[in-house]
Every structure is written in structure tokens, then in C-alpha cells.
């Protein structure tokens, strides 16, 4: 026999089943922790979908239970049910879902997830998975055992029945497996779940630990997100080989026609110029086509002007809903959010959304908190391989009051949130843990980023601005008093007059009044200075026992009942100063403290303000 | 030191400077030297380390300015009302106790007010000893062939530092002004930085055997170290020799013996001792006598570079050690010496080196 016959007897196909027992960490089951992560999130994705689909406010309930060694987890929701011949499939069957052929933002799309934490849990347990599920109210419960076989990746259902259920609808999900519990890290079940809270703040989800513990992440919102809707194909998306086995199967008869009924953004005048671009033939039947006229098929896609993919059928969470959600689950000062328009890669839409919130009881040492997610589904692993982190990293958040030493992801009491929304997001691998580095994609995070940045920066320096007057209220009322007083007791004279120096260090308008005697008459200098950035006009009023002589500017002189106000009308450029004279008698001549007129008390120093 | 009426009359100058410029409508300030290593230049004439022109200015603008001033201007009460006035003196911790009284003039840590008495020694050019004000840590001791007289509080005291003394030496007063040299057999100075080997030099009899005088820095030394070495070197014209491990801080401790210290440059005039010279651990004895090391870690590593840029290290000498140790990545005890038994160190090492260095 030929060695190529000999070899030929051992080979065999392997059921997709078979290759992910051996392969769990593709899917990400590959610590223990990360299992018991991982199937909650699997579950929870589902559940969360299919109350979307069917406009039903989710209410989750998941519960980890500690059984021998490894763990029971319960996932239950109130979603739409399933029926019963498709419970074993959509458990037991890798690869079986409903979303894997529609161009439409959803978590789930593989139709993996579930399946392979039903997988996981025979594999280590041993054990069969228990699934109860409910269509409707009029509907008895139903209730099965199920298995994989690995072998044929076919379910195997071990037990079914009839039973009660109090829910109108819903599923429950039951699994036992190998695990680890774990709380404090972000890394956990408890911050997974914290992290769906926030991007869906339309869901109630309860939490049950394993020490009893009950946590309840309400909702925020009675507002179901937009529906998202299934869209063509748009032809700047395709592949030649999708493209071939499309054209072999179409239903249409004419070329003309399979384009405009397949794809998005391609009308009959586009289509007729496709065709012609391409040198075919708008009348011949799509099947007809051999391998080079697809591939000249598709140089001419790429060589239009196309339309954008229509938008309508991505769910964002919407600004005023991430800041709900954020602010519901963190105690923070500041939020700023930014959305942006829909943009495009390869043909597939994508929608950029991002938040910022600062100060409050985020940690101010270390790098900000980075919480990404794509499709309202938290990306907990993988961080650093992540377009939305290399986003992050090439914003020089300096210039939006940030710190990044040494470049990287920037520091400071902040938390930094981006949601990606898709039709197809590019996951670097089927674990789903990050998105690849698409230029258009990294592009888009940037920009959204940049804009929070500026709504952060502003915030900021209103808040210095702010905290630089308190500063220098606390300096003029508590610090200067101490310092003059001090230094008199020391040096045994007056208090000297801190005005001038107050009017300074504050900007403000300053009036000082100096008093000299000489000869039996006073000349008194009244010194009016302007330290403020901007030009004050005002009044002075200096009001006198007596009217006073040798007037310099000349004032009005209005006579009192017991006395006289003598007034200027006086206008100062910033840094600018000025000096008012006049004369009275030594003897038996009172003043009272000067009056500005027409300049807040808060900027005036030495003397009276008045409205 | 000074009169006392002296020192008042400069601190009252200080209050009276920022008294005028409130009168004067001068937002209130504080000039001092910047006390950086890139603010150190060396000074021709005294052959020392002393601040260039950088200054810090504290003005009553910022918070923190003016909380420093309103501090000074309560420290300067202190000492002129308590001190001055009632002969009396604290310590530098118990300052820091005192200012609990002073509300928001309190000082945050016992740096800060450390700090502040220092700054009062550069603005009025006085020695916190003018101040009355006493340091923590106890002076060096002293062990050799020499008899000084001390002023104490119970009289004068002779003692000669060999014969009078216990195996720990004479321990010198915080102020050493006090102590009078009157006599003494000695040809140089060793100090030392760590006890062990001190005391490994007196049990070893060096000090008899070598009439070397043998002074205890106890690792980065006091200001009352630093004095009596220097005035071991100038009064009685002894040459002084440093003997440290051959690490970075040690190379320092020398730095701050022979050149100044950052901290103190402003006082250089009065505790460096140019003339004193390195003995080792040199990195080329780490080769030449093969001793036991340990590597540098990351810590070292990037002292010995900053070595490279500090002024004080800026001579051939300096730099073609510190890069040989570098090189080697290794850092060496003075106890290292132990391994080769424990005479080699004043048998073989000392004799080799003093005599190489010109002493003996």
C-alpha cells in the first residue's frame, strides 16, 4: 500500500464540536474565572437580544451558586420564550442561531455562545444543561435536559416534560461547571454586569453571589433603545467569494435585477452603469457568470460612487442615556458625551459613541478607567490589543487637561466610555475580547474623543477659575489680617494697610485716602487705582463735615444736613491710577469712609461700594 | 555666633522688609536662592559650593506664599520673644510642636518647618545656633589622640579622646564652638560612615598604631560632623581622609564633607572642608582588591547618573569612577573587606591607600 493510502485511512472530519473542546480559549473559557464570565455573558447577550427583538423591557435575574467543587449558574429573563422544537438546537447545536446571515447590530451573532457554555459544563461536570422556557401566558412551561454530541455536534436531549412556571414568558438557563468566583477585579461577573447596566440602562438586572448577596442593577429608563432593523448587503463590503455563491443562488433571472433586489444603495441606474463598468451583460442570468466576470463584477463595485449603507438600522444608546447610565452607577462630578455621525468601513455602517466622566469617586492615581464596548456588550480582556484603547492612546490628552505620562492611556480620576455600534463589528478573534484596528474605526473613537476632551477642558477651567477666586478670597480674608497683624505686634507699630496690596492680589479698584496736616490746614490725596483687567467708570463720593477748598479735579459739591459729598465722575483703563486733592481745616473736620458708585463691592478695596 | 541683639535686630529686619511692603503697596514677598542642583556653582575664593543667582520667590499671591510668610512671621515671634529674650532654645522637633498652637500657621510636617529654619539662616546670613535652635540627632564621636576642652552647662571638661574615653569615643556637642582642641598627636583624619568599621579600626588599634584621629559620620553626617572636620582641618592642619562604601549615597556623603550640600550650601563657608579627600571604597578597588559586591539596583543606577550632572561631581576623578561603576554594575560595603580577614582592611587596604594618597 502507498504511504498516501496508509495516511488516507486516518483521516476523518472533526465536528466543529470536537475542535472547540479542544480549542476552548478561542472562545474565551480559558481560565476559570473567565468561564463563569463568559457563560453569564453568553446567556445575558441572548437574553438581552431577544427581549429587544420583542420589545419587552428585559428584567435579568442570574445567580451563581456554589455546588462541590465548581458552580451552578442560573440565567432567567422575560423575554419572548422559544419554541420547543427549537430549544435543543439553539442549546445543543454549535453554530445554529438566527443572526449569523442578517446584516443587523445585534450581540450575538455566531451562534456560538450559549452552546459552548453548554458544551463547557458537560465537559467539566459532566452534566446535562436544564433550559425552561415559556412563549406566553396560554402556554404551559416546558422543560428540558440537554447534551452535545460531540461526535455529530447534534443535541441529545436526555428529558423533557411539561411543567409550571409563574412567568408569563421567559427562559431559565441552568448550568453547573468548573469555575472560580471572583468579585473585586473589573474582570469579574459583578463588573461585567455593572458594565451591561450602564450601556443598557433600559434592563433590570439582579444579581445573586455566591455568599447570598443580592445586587440590583436598576433601571434608568422606561425607553426601550431603538429598534435596530436587517439591511443589504452594501456592495463596498463584499468578498469575491460571497459575491460568487450569491450570484449562484439568487432567485432573480437578470443580472439588472440581482443587484438592485441584493444590495443597499444600488438603484437602476446604478446598476445599469455597474454592469457597464464591468463590460456584462445587465439582461444575463446571474448563475451564468464564470469566475472572471464576478471578479470584473466586483473591480466595478469598488470603482463607483456609491451611497453610504442606509443608517437606520443601528441602535445607539444615545447621549442622554449613557450619561444616565454612567451617572447611575458611579458618583461622579462632571459627564461629557459625544456622538458621532454614522460612518463607514469595508460598507458596513458604524456608529462611534463616547462619555467621559470625571471627578467624584473616580481614584485620581493611575490610568483612567477604559470601558469599551461594542454592540451594548462590555469588552472586558484584551485591552491593550484593542482599537479603541490605540484610540485612546493617540489622543495627546495634555491639551484636554488630562496627564499621560510617558503617552499611553492618560491618568486622573476619569472614566473614559466608548460604544461601538455595527452591523459587523471587527472583532480581532471569536472570543469577541477586541476590535480590530480598522483606520476608519480608530479614526471615528479619536474624534469622539477629542470632543469629550473639550467638554472636559472647559469644565475644568470654568472649575479653576473658580477655585483661583476662593484661593484668593481665603489669602485676603484669613492669610493677609494674620501677617499685618502679626508683623505689627512684632515691630510694636499700627496694622499697616493691607488695601493696596488686597486691591492687587485681586484685580480690584482701589481708593486710598493719605492725610497730611501742615500749617493749620489738612491736604488730604485721595489715590484711585485700577488693578482690575478692565476699564471701571464710576463715582466718587467723599462726604466731609465741611466743604472742602483748592478742589483738584474740580467736584460737584451737593450740601448734606450735616455736611457735604463731594462728587467725581471718574473713568480708568486697566492699570490705570489717578489722584483727587482738596484742603480743609485742621480742626473739628470729620470724613467718613469713601463710596464707589457703580462698581460690585466684591471689586473694590478701601472703600464703600453702592449699587 | 552672634550677639543676641544682633540676631534680633536681623530678624526684626526681616519682619520690618515685609512690613514696608505692605505700606508700600507691594504685593508682600520673600527672596531666597533656589535650593536645586542646577542653582550650585563653586565658589573660586572659598574653594566651596554655594548657591548661584536662581531665587524662589514667595509672595502672598498664592496661597501657599502667603501661608509661608504668615509661618516665617510666627517663627520670628518665637525666636526673638522666647529664645532671645529668655535665653532659652528647641529643638528642631519641638518647633514643629510648638506651631500647633499657631492655627493655620501650623506646620504640615516636621520638614516644612526644618525647612523654614533654614531659610531664616539664609535670610538674615545667621546659624540656626544663633537661633537657639538645636538639632535632633546627636554630634559624631570622636576617637584619636587628641585632648579638647568642652564648655558645658556644669563647667569646663577636659578629656583627651583616647584616654578619657570608652570604646564609643568622645561624642561631640551639637554646637562645637563649645569645644576648645588643646592639644593632640595626630598626623591625619579618617571619618568613617559606618560604625562597624569604626569600631573595627579601634579594636584593630589604628588609631595608635597610624596617630590617625578617627571620626564616626554615622552615614549622611550631622552639620556638627561636618564642622569638626573642618575645623580638625584648618585649626590644627590635618589632613582629612573619607572613608565610605562604594556606593552612590556614600559618594555623597563625601559630596556633602568636602563640597557642600544642596540643602546647606548657603552654610558651606562654614562646614566644608575642601581639602578632604576621598579613600574608598573607590569602584576601582571593587577590581583591583576583588572584594564581594552586590549589583546596583535601579535606585543606584539612577543616582550614579545623577551624579554625572551634579556640579559637584564635575571632575575627571569623578567621572571616570562613576562610569567604571557603571560599567561594572556592581556596588561594594566597606565591610566587604571582612572576606579577605579582619586585619586586611588596616593591614593591607588603609596602609595602601594612605600611602598612595600621600599620608603615609
Known amino acids: ?611 | 555666633m552672634k550677639e543676641a541683639a544682633v540676631t534680633k535686630e536681623r530678624l526684626l529686619g526681616l519682619a520690618e522688609t515685609l512690613y514696608d511692603q505692605f505700606e508700600k503697596g507691594i504685593v508682600p514677598y520673600l527672596a531666597l536662592p533656589s535650593r536645586t542642583k542646577r542653582n550650585i556653582e563653586y565658589d573660586q575664593e572659598g574653594e566651596v559650593w554655594v548657591y548661584g543667582d536662581q531665587e524662589s520667590v514667595r509672595s502672598v499671591k498664592t496661597v501657599r506664599g502667603a501661608k509661608s510668610v504668615l509661618k516665617t512671621s510666627y517663627l520670628v515671634e518665637l525666636l526673638i520673644n522666647e529664645h532671645l529674650k529668655n535665653n532659652r532654645g528647641s529643638t528642631l522637633r519641638e518647633i514643629y510642636y510648638i506651631s500647633e498652637n499657631w492655627d493655620v500657621a501650623k506646620f504640615g510636617e516636621q520638614a516644612e518647618s526644618d525647612r523654614l529654619v533654614e531659610d531664616l539662616e539664609i535670610l538674615t546670613s545667621l546659624l540656626r545656633e544663633d537661633f537657639h535652635v538645636r538639632p535632633e540627632e546627636d554630634g559624631a564621636t570622636v576617637f584619636g589622640p587628641l585632648t579638647i576642652s568642652e564648655k558645658t552647662r556644669r563647667g569646663e571638661r577636659t578629656i583627651h579622646c583616647q584616654e578619657d574615653v570608652g570604646e564609643a569615643g568622645y561624642q561631640i556637642p551639637f554646637n562645637v564652638d563649645n569645644v576648645e582642641f588643646k592639644d593632640h598627636d595626630a598626623k591625619f583624619v579618617v571619618a568613617i560612615e559606618t560604625g562597624g568599621m569604626h569600631a573595627r579600626l579601634i579594636e584593630n588599634g589604628f588609631d595608635q598604631e597610624h596617630q590617625a584621629i578617627l571620626v564616626h559620620l554615622k552615614g549622611q553626617p550631622a552639620r556638627s560632623t561636618r564642622r569638626i572636620i573642618k575645623r580638625l582641618n584648618e585649626e590644627l592642619n590635618l589632613p582629612v581622609v573619607i572613608f565610605t562604601d562604594g556606593d552612590p549615597w556614600s559618594y555623597r556623603i563625601y559630596a556633602s564633607v568636602a563640597y557642600g550640600a544642596i540643602k546647606s550650601a548657603h552654610l558651606s563657608d562654614y562646614l566644608v572642608t575642601p581639602a578632604a579627600q576621598f579613600l574608598g571604597v573607590q569602584p576601582t578597588d571593587i577590581v583591583n582588591y576583588d572584594l564581594s559586591t552586590d549589583k546596583l539596583t535601579d535606585q543606584d543606577l539612577q543616582a550614579l547618573r545623577s551624579e554625572l550632572t551634579d556640579p559637584r561631581f564635575a571632575t575627571d576623578y569623578w567621572k571616570e569612577q562613576i562610569q567604571l561603576q557603571l560599567k561594572l554594575s556592581k556596588k561594594a560595603e566597606q565591610q566587604a573587606f571582612a572576606g579577605k580577614g579582619l586585619d586586611f582592611v588596616t593591614r593591607v587596604y588603609l596602609p595602601e591607600r594612605l600611602s598612595e594618597m600621600g599620608m603615609i
Open chain 1, 1 to 611: 500500500m502507498e504511504i498516501a493510502e496508509e495516511l488516507a485511512k486516518h483521516q476523518k472530519a472533526i465536528s466543529v464540536a470536537e475542535f472547540f473542546e479542544k480549542n476552548r480559549q478561542i472562545l474565551g473559557f480559558d481560565s476559570a474565572p473567565r468561564a463563569l464570565i463568559t457563560t453569564v455573558k453568553e446567556a445575558v447577550d441572548n437574553s438581552l437580544d431577544a427581549c429587544e427583538e420583542s420589545d419587552i423591557l428585559p428584567d435579568i435575574f442570574v445567580q451563581i451558586k456554589r455546588r462541590g467543587e465548581g458552580f451552578r449558574v442560573v440565567v432567567e429573563d422575560n423575554g419572548p420564550g422559544i419554541v420547543g422544537s427549537e430549544v435543543p438546537r439553539v442549546f445543543a447545536k454549535l453554530l445554529y442561531g438566527s443572526r449569523f446571515h442578517a446584516l443587523k447590530q445585534s450581540r450575538g451573532q455566531q451562534g456560538i455562545g450559549i452552546s459552548a457554555g453548554v458544551l463547557y459544563s458537560q465537559l467539566t461536570t459532566g452534566r446535562p444543561t436544564a433550559v425552561t422556557t415559556k412563549i406566553g401566558p396560554t402556554h404551559s412551561a416546558g422543560r428540558w435536559e440537554l447534551m452535545i454530541n460531540t461526535a455529530t455536534n447534534e443535541p441529545e436531549v436526555l428529558k423533557t416534560e411539561e411543567t409550571d412556571w409563574d412567568r408569563p414568558h421567559g427562559t431559565r438557563v441552568e448550568m453547573e461547571m468548573e469555575g472560580s468566583y471572583v468579585r473585586s477585579r473589573r474582570q469579574s461577573i459583578y463588573g461585567y454586569l455593572k458594565n451591561v447596566a450602564i450601556v443598557n440602562p433600559h434592563a433590570r438586572i439582579t444579581l445573586v453571589e455566591p455568599d447570598g448577596n443580592v445586587e440590583v442593577f436598576e433601571r434608568a429608563t422606561d425607553q426601550m433603545p431603538r429598534p435596530s432593523y436587517e439591511i443589504k448587503p452594501h456592495p463596498l463590503g463584499m468578498e469575491l467569494g460571497g459575491l460568487i455563491k450569491m450570484l449562484r443562488y439568487t432567485e432573480k433571472k437578470k443580472l439588472k435585477g440581482f443587484l438592485q433586489g441584493t444590495f443597499s444603495s444600488v438603484g437602476a441606474i446604478i446598476s445599469s452603469e455597474i454592469c457597464e463598468r464591468a463590460e456584462l451583460d445587465p439582461e444575463m442570468a446571474p448563475q451564468d457568470l464564470t469566475h472572471a466576470e464576478a471578479t470584473r463584477l466586483l473591480a466595478a463595485f469598488k470603482g463607483m460612487r456609491l451611497k453610504s449603507p442606509p443608517t437606520d438600522c443601528l441602535s445607539p444608546i444615545g447621549e442622554e442615556l449613557i450619561r444616565a447610565g454612567l451617572e447611575k452607577e458611579y458618583r461622579v462630578d462632571f459627564v461629557a458625551t459625544a456622538t458621532r455621525p454614522v460612518a463607514v468601513f469595508s460598507g458596513n455602517p458604524f456608529q462611534v459613541e463616547v462619555g467621559l466622566a470625571y471627578g467624584g469617586e473616580l481614584k485620581a492615581d493611575g490610568k483612567v478607567d477604559v470601558l469599551r464596548f461594542a454592540n451594548r456588550v462590555p469588552l472586558l480582556y484584551q485591552q491593550g490589543g484593542c482599537a479603541i484603547t490605540h484610540a485612546i492612546e493617540n489622543v495627546s490628552w495634555k491639551s484636554y487637561s488630562l496627564s499621560q505620562p510617558g503617552g499611553g492611556v492618560p491618568t486622573g480620576s476619569a472614566a473614559i466610555i466608548v460604544h461601538i455600534a455595527s452591523t459587523n463589528i471587527p472583532f480581532t478573534s471569536e472570543s469577541k475580547d477586541a476590535v480590530a484596528d480598522v483606520p476608519e474605526i480608530v479614526a471615528e473613537v479619536e474624534l469622539g474623543l477629542k470632543e469629550v476632551g473639550r467638554k472636559l477642558r472647559r469644565y475644568l477651567s470654568k472649575k479653576s477659575a473658580l477655585s483661583e477666586r476662593k484661593e484668593k478670597e481665603e489669602i485676603i480674608r484669613k492669610l493677609l489680617p494674620r501677617i499685618s497683624k502679626k508683623l505689627a505686634e512684632l515691630l510694636e507699630r499700627d496694622e499697616p494697610d493691607i488695601n493696596p496690596v488686597v486691591a492687587k492680589i485681586m484685580g480690584n479698584l482701589l481708593v486710598r485716602r493719605s492725610v497730611v496736616s501742615e500749617n493749620g490746614k489738612t491736604a488730604v490725596t485721595l489715590l484711585v487705582a485700577n488693578y482690575g483687567d478692565a476699564v471701571r467708570a464710576f463715582k466718587l463720593h467723599e462726604t466731609v463735615s465741611v466743604e472742602a477748598g483748592s478742589v483738584e479735579p474740580p467736584a460737584r459739591v451737593i450740601p448734606l444736613g450735616d455736611g457735604y459729598d463731594h462728587l467725581w465722575k471718574v473713568s480708568l483703563r486697566p492699570g490705570e491710577k489717578q489722584k483727587i486733592r482738596y484742603t480743609v481745616p485742621s480742626e473739628g473736620v470729620s470724613f467718613s469712609e469713601p463710596v464707589v458708585e457703580g462698581v460690585p463691592s466684591e471689586l473694590v478695596s478701601g472703600a464703600k461700594a453702592v449699587g
